[in-house]
Nanobody, 124 residues
Framework: QVQLVESGGGLVQAGGSLRLSCAAS????????MGWFRQAPGKEREFVAG????????YYAESVKGRFTISRDNAKNTVYLQMNSLKAEDTAVYYC?????????????????WGQGTQVTVSS
């Protein structure tokens, strides 16, 4: 099992920045990639960004390219999501996820482990 704990959410004005963290514990050696998803009220959970646990490949949803950056610190077993130029439409609960499958998936079903989520609210 892999346990994931997110932190760093909060309330920010449009144009501002936040950095989310996701600390992983447990069987992290089995993790192939990590991802960030988000879910706004009444909407499906959607892929935001993904990164291989080892290696430099990163992947982004079109809606966040150029504004969000995913990174990781393997020594701390932590993945980050730096969010800049935030917009009201970025408001959502953000979830960290881990997959043991040999690809960086962009759908919810491709991830095996999930954090509890952290709320991000962007005021316009």
């Amino acid at each position: 099992q892999v346990q994931l704990v997110e932190s760093g959410g909060g309330l920010v004005q449009a144009g501002g920045s936040l950095r989310l963290s996701c600390a992983a514990s447990g069987r992290t050696f089995s993790v192939y990639a990590m991802g960030w998803f988000r879910q706004a009220p009444g909407k499906e959970r959607e892929f935001v960004a993904g990164i291989k646990w080892r290696g430099s490949n990163t992947y982004y949803a079109e809606s966040v390219k150029g504004r969000f950056t995913i990174s990781r610190d393997n020594a701390k077993n932590t993945v980050y999501l730096q969010m800049n130029s935030l917009k009201a439409e970025d408001t959502a609960v953000y979830y960290c996820a881990a997959t043991t499958r040999l690809r960086v998936g962009i759908t919810r079903r491709e991830y095996d482990y999930w954090g509890q989520g952290t709320q991000v609210t962007v005021s316009s």
